[in-house]
């Protein structure tokens, strides 16, 4: 596969390490220094400045969409016109109304559109995923779930924390990771309780968000994404009737990254443990990647694609309204 990419950030950086021995063409960003410091890692890629000229290329299969919130769904839907398979960056818009014209368009083209959902991929995510799919949990009940980072130094200045760039602040950012882990685990949610307010930070959007989520079964996702965490922190634990799993950390600044397996005895008291551990290098990105190819080959709807993205953005954009009304009262 021909590959090219937008956006040449450090997420843009990650993605274009993990495309394996498919080629680079192209690496485009505002910043052209950007451009040329990617593409110089790649033999024969190309620098650009403009992502429109990228639609033109006839020879690219795929293109990654890496750039802040407000051009996602443009750029994507750009890519979709032009019959490019796209792999968009979380949340895929600033609101959920951006993705109506680009669901519209996939709609009508034959391009597949992953959304990077890139916590699904790690190993300790992908492990729990296997012990739930084979029901050793038992019926899930509820989860409770923290994300959340201490930012740095002039945070406050950075694009995430303009709304026109972003749409919101940290419920938009780390907090539709956890909503959408929440949703893998226990499905659609039929009510929707949430409050993000600006604690530390000066600036116009949120810096915690807190989300109670319940299904149309009662089952309830406790949610908290936060950067004024200080210690950068992951915690997901997962409860059924039979036994809970624990996922902790993400590797680097986050811990290693652990997933521990509770399962319940028929006389209860202690349970049996089990518990795995990853330190190795994070290959996530490379996973979720590949997979893609292969949706591609086998013209596959990709696991995580659009539909879960406004799912997620339907449930930031409640929150958005009852925390605004609830600034207001």
């Keep these: ?101 680009l669901i519209t368009g996939v709609k009508q083209s034959s391009s597949l559109v992953r959304v990077g959902f890139n916590l699904r991929y790690h190993p300790a ?69 949430g409050l993000a307010r600006t604690f530390f930070w000066d600036m116009p959007v949120d810096d915690n968000a807190f989300m109670i989520l319940k299904t149309a079964k009662q089952q309830v996702a406790f949610l908290h994404a936060s950067c004024t965490e200080w210690k950068n922190l992951f915690s997901l634990e997962i409860y059924g009737r039979h036994g809970k799993l624990h996922i902790e950390g993400l590797g680097g600044s986050y811990g290693t990254e652990r997933l521990s397996y509770y399962k319940m005895l028929p006389q209860m008291g202690p349970p049996e443990t089990t518990i795995w551990e990853y330190p190795m290098i994070n290959d996530s990105w490379i996973v979720e990647f590949a997979e893609f190819l292969e949706d591609i080959k086998i013209g596959r709807q990709p696991a995580a694609n659009l539909s879960d993205a406004h799912a997620v953005l339907t449930i930031v954009n409640k929150i958005y309204q009852e925390s605004c009304n609830d600034n207001h009262a």
């Design 1 to 101: 596969m021909n590959v090219a990419i937008i956006g040449c950030g450090l997420i843009g950086e990650k993605r274009a390490e993990s495309i394996g021995g498919n080629r680079l063409v192209a690496c485009v960003d505002i910043s052209v220094e950007r451009a040329e410091m990617l593409a110089r890692r790649f033999s024969g890629s190309e620098a650009l400045s403009d992502w429109r000229r990228v639609m033109e290329y006839k020879d690219i299969d795929v293109i990654i969409v890496a750039t802040p919130h407000q051009s996602l769904a443009e750029i994507t839907l750009a890519a979709v016109s032009s019959g490019k398979h796209v792999l968009v960056e979380k949340p895929a818009a600033r609101h959920v109304d951006e993705l109506t014209p």
């Design 125 to 193: 995510l992908r492990k729990a995923r296997e012990i739930y799919k084979l029901n050793e949990l038992g019926e899930l009940m509820f989860l409770r779930a923290r994300y959340g980072h201490g930012g740095r130094i002039d945070y406050e200045k950075e694009w995430r924390a303009k709304p026109g760039l972003s749409g919101g602040g940290e419920l938009i950012d780390q907090g539709v990771h956890l909503i959408d882990l929440a949703r893998w685990f226990l499905g659609d949610f039929a009510e929707v309780q």
